[in-house]
Nanobody, 119 residues
Protein backbone atom coordinates (compact mmCIF):
# COMPACT_ATOMS: atom_id res chain seq x y z
CA UNK A 1 0.00 0.00 0.00
CA UNK A 2 1.30 3.41 -1.03
CA UNK A 3 -0.15 6.84 -0.39
CA UNK A 4 0.78 9.82 -2.56
CA UNK A 5 0.32 13.49 -1.70
CA UNK A 6 0.90 16.25 -4.26
CA UNK A 7 1.47 19.93 -3.66
CA UNK A 8 2.69 23.03 -5.46
CA UNK A 9 -0.12 23.78 -7.88
CA UNK A 10 -1.70 27.16 -8.31
CA UNK A 11 -2.26 30.08 -10.65
CA UNK A 12 0.64 31.27 -12.78
CA UNK A 13 0.98 33.64 -15.73
CA UNK A 14 2.01 32.39 -19.17
CA UNK A 15 5.78 32.00 -19.29
CA UNK A 16 5.98 31.49 -15.55
CA UNK A 17 7.16 28.52 -13.52
CA UNK A 18 5.85 26.13 -10.90
CA UNK A 19 7.42 23.29 -8.98
CA UNK A 20 5.20 20.36 -8.04
CA UNK A 21 6.07 17.89 -5.30
CA UNK A 22 4.78 14.41 -4.57
CA UNK A 23 5.69 12.52 -1.41
CA UNK A 24 4.99 8.82 -0.97
CA UNK A 25 4.33 6.98 2.25
CA UNK A 26 3.48 3.43 3.24
CA UNK A 27 5.32 0.58 1.51
CA UNK A 28 7.66 2.93 -0.31
CA UNK A 29 10.33 0.25 -0.68
CA UNK A 30 8.15 -1.40 -3.33
CA UNK A 31 8.08 1.66 -5.61
CA UNK A 32 9.83 1.20 -8.94
CA UNK A 33 8.60 4.16 -10.97
CA UNK A 34 7.18 7.54 -10.01
CA UNK A 35 5.72 9.96 -12.48
CA UNK A 36 3.30 12.71 -13.31
CA UNK A 37 0.12 12.69 -15.37
CA UNK A 38 -2.27 15.50 -16.14
CA UNK A 39 -5.90 15.80 -17.14
CA UNK A 40 -7.60 18.88 -18.55
CA UNK A 41 -11.38 19.32 -18.42
CA UNK A 42 -13.07 17.18 -21.04
CA UNK A 43 -9.85 15.40 -21.98
CA UNK A 44 -8.30 12.10 -21.04
CA UNK A 45 -5.40 11.76 -18.64
CA UNK A 46 -1.99 11.87 -20.29
CA UNK A 47 1.55 11.11 -19.23
CA UNK A 48 3.79 14.08 -18.47
CA UNK A 49 7.01 12.47 -17.22
CA UNK A 50 8.25 9.47 -15.27
CA UNK A 51 11.40 8.41 -13.43
CA UNK A 52 12.60 5.00 -12.30
CA UNK A 53 14.43 4.21 -9.08
CA UNK A 54 17.58 3.60 -11.14
CA UNK A 55 17.47 7.07 -12.69
CA UNK A 56 15.88 6.51 -16.10
CA UNK A 57 13.67 9.40 -17.20
CA UNK A 58 10.92 9.66 -19.79
CA UNK A 59 9.06 12.75 -21.02
CA UNK A 60 6.12 13.29 -23.27
CA UNK A 61 7.27 15.06 -26.43
CA UNK A 62 5.23 18.19 -25.77
CA UNK A 63 6.92 18.69 -22.39
CA UNK A 64 10.54 18.21 -23.45
CA UNK A 65 12.65 21.31 -22.93
CA UNK A 66 10.15 22.91 -20.54
CA UNK A 67 9.49 20.37 -17.79
CA UNK A 68 12.03 18.55 -15.65
CA UNK A 69 11.32 15.57 -13.42
CA UNK A 70 13.60 14.69 -10.53
CA UNK A 71 13.44 12.12 -7.78
CA UNK A 72 14.81 11.92 -4.26
CA UNK A 73 14.62 8.26 -3.28
CA UNK A 74 15.74 8.94 0.30
CA UNK A 75 12.79 11.28 0.79
CA UNK A 76 10.38 9.21 -1.31
CA UNK A 77 9.61 12.36 -3.25
CA UNK A 78 9.35 13.20 -6.93
CA UNK A 79 9.33 16.74 -8.30
CA UNK A 80 8.14 18.33 -11.50
CA UNK A 81 9.75 21.64 -12.39
CA UNK A 82 7.59 23.38 -14.98
CA UNK A 83 9.01 26.33 -16.90
CA UNK A 84 7.72 28.42 -19.79
CA UNK A 85 4.18 27.47 -18.92
CA UNK A 86 1.46 27.83 -21.54
CA UNK A 87 -2.32 28.13 -21.18
CA UNK A 88 -2.66 24.63 -22.63
CA UNK A 89 -0.73 23.31 -19.62
CA UNK A 90 -3.76 24.10 -17.47
CA UNK A 91 -4.91 20.82 -15.93
CA UNK A 92 -5.10 18.73 -12.81
CA UNK A 93 -1.72 17.12 -12.26
CA UNK A 94 -1.56 13.69 -10.63
CA UNK A 95 1.33 11.84 -9.09
CA UNK A 96 1.61 8.16 -9.95
CA UNK A 97 3.67 5.35 -8.44
CA UNK A 98 4.21 1.89 -9.89
CA UNK A 99 5.12 -0.76 -7.36
CA UNK A 100 6.26 -4.35 -7.43
CA UNK A 101 5.78 -6.86 -4.65
CA UNK A 102 6.97 -10.29 -5.72
CA UNK A 103 5.53 -10.80 -9.19
CA UNK A 104 2.61 -8.39 -8.71
CA UNK A 105 2.57 -4.84 -10.08
CA UNK A 106 0.25 -2.10 -8.84
CA UNK A 107 -0.28 1.57 -9.54
CA UNK A 108 -1.26 4.22 -7.02
CA UNK A 109 -2.49 7.76 -7.57
CA UNK A 110 -2.42 10.97 -5.61
CA UNK A 111 -5.41 13.26 -5.20
CA UNK A 112 -4.16 15.73 -7.79
CA UNK A 113 -3.09 19.36 -7.69
CA UNK A 114 -4.54 22.03 -9.95
CA UNK A 115 -2.38 24.11 -12.27
CA UNK A 116 -3.92 27.11 -14.01
CA UNK A 117 -1.92 29.13 -16.53
CA UNK A 118 -3.65 32.42 -17.24
CA UNK A 119 -3.02 36.15 -17.34
Amino acid sequence: QVQLVESGGGLVQPGGSLRLSCTASGNTFTIKTMGWYRQAPGKERELVAAATSEGSIMYADSMKGRFTISRDNAKNTVYLQMNSLKPEDTADYYCNARTRWGSADFRFWGQGTQVTVSS
